[in-house]
């Protein structure tokens, strides 16, 4: 069946440093692939989606490319900023319900 | 906008008992879902429905019962609360089902549920 596996977390960068979060998948098929974020008290809300192969998805300073052949959808932002600490979820879809890796704790410090 | 609605947010039950979380949407989403939030677990699907009258089973669908009765509610009924199913519970909703054009879910604040 579909899965995705996320890097394990938490991690903790300092402002304005580079972040990556590593997600690859399995599934049959050509999913949609997202990356939703959680803020503390709240639901999900997405971050960012591609739909097909070498699609790249941006929101907010972070972007994410769909690489078929190494079936990888990772987050990257360039300079993050103490509001970016969440929990961000990486998650597909084919034709089937939504789902999602375990999800990696951001901790930014000022 | 109220977009996905679930009520209560916070919720503490007795081992044994039962009650039911509710979710309402006012998007006219044919597909909702409910899943459950555990520490190290990620998002796990309970529950899913694609339409009025259409339920089907997730991952963890066991201790739970949903029906989908209108396009708007969705509840998610515990029948007898056992320690395990304490957890952070989220409903979402989406236009469509499956991926076509990168359907994204709209989620609900979440119930956080406690079983003593």
């Known amino acids: 069946g579909n899965s995705v596996t996320q890097m394990e977390g938490p991690v903790t960068l300092s402002e304005e440093a580079f972040l990556t979060i590593n997600c690859t998948y399995t599934a049959t098929g050509y999913p949609s692939l997202f990356w939703y974020v959680q803020y503390p008290g709240e639901g999900l809300q997405l971050l960012l989606k591609?739909?097909?192969?070498?699609d790249k998805g941006s929101n907010k300073g972070f972007e994410a490319t769909y690489r078929k052949e190494t079936t990888s959808f990772h987050l990257e932002k360039g300079s993050v900023q103490v509001s970016d600490s969440a929990v961000y979820f990486c998650?597909?879809?084919?034709?089937?319900?939504?789902?999602f890796g375990k999800g990696t704790r951001l901790s930014v410090i000022a | 906008n109220a977009g996905v609605t679930q009520t209560p947010k916070f919720q503490v039950l007795k081992t044994g008992q039962s009650m039911t979380l509710q979710c309402a949407q006012d998007m006219n989403h044919e597909y909702m879902s409910w899943y459950r939030q555990d520490p190290g677990m990620g998002l796990r699907l309970i529950h899913y429905?694609?339409?009025?009258?259409?339920?089907d089973q997730g991952e963890v669908p066991n201790g739970y019962n949903v029906s989908r009765s209108t396009t708007e509610d969705f509840p998610l009924r515990l029948l007898s609360a056992a320690p395990s199913q304490t957890s952070v519970y989220f409903c979402?909703?989406?236009?469509?089902?499956?991926?076509?054009?990168?359907?994204?879910?709209?989620f609900g604040q979440g119930t956080r549920l406690t079983v003593v």
């Open positions: 979402a909703s989406s236009p469509r089902f499956g991926s076509a054009g990168g359907t994204e879910a709209f």
């Open positions: 998650a597909l879809t084919g034709n089937t319900p939504l789902v």
């Open positions: 591609a739909t097909k192969a070498d």
């Open positions: 429905s694609v339409g009025a009258g259409i339920t």
